[in-house]
Nanobody, 122 residues
Framework: QVQLVESGGGLVQPGGSLRLSCTAS????????MGWYRQAPGKQRELVAT???????NYADSVKGRFTISRDKTKNTVYVQMNSLKADDTAVYYC????????????????WGQGTQVTVSS
């Protein structure tokens, strides 16, 4: 089993920045892909970004150039630095992890955190 705990959410003004963290514990030795997804009220869950153990990244078009995903293996932690935040970025952000090949599909991820709320508002 893998446990994921997110932190770093909060309220920020449009144009501001936040950094989310996700720390993994448990049977993490063979975890390859980790990712961030988000779900806004009344909307489906959507990809934010993914990263593999080798450092290969993938981003949703809506966040390219504004968000950066990174991974610190020594701390078993994945981050997403979010800059130039917009009201449309308001959502609950979830961390996810999987063994094996990376994927953009949330349904392919077996392990999920509890989520952290990000609200972008003036």
């Amino acid at each position: 089993q893998v446990q994921l705990v997110e932190s770093g959410g909060g309220l920020v003004q449009p144009g501001g920045s936040l950094r989310l963290s996700c720390t993994a514990s448990g049977s993490i030795f063979s975890i390859n892909a980790m990712g961030w997804y988000r779900q806004a009220p009344g909307k489906q869950r959507e990809l934010v970004a993914t990263i593999t153990s080798a450092g290969s990244t993938n981003y949703a078009d809506s966040v390219k150039g504004r968000f950066t995903i990174s991974r610190d293996k020594t701390k078993n932690t994945v981050y997403v630095q979010m800059n130039s935040l917009k009201a449309d970025d308001t959502a609950v952000y979830y961390c996810a992890a999987k063994y094996g090949l990376t994927s953009r599909r949330g349904d392919d991820y077996a392990y999920w955190g509890q989520g952290t709320q990000v609200t972008v508002s003036s």
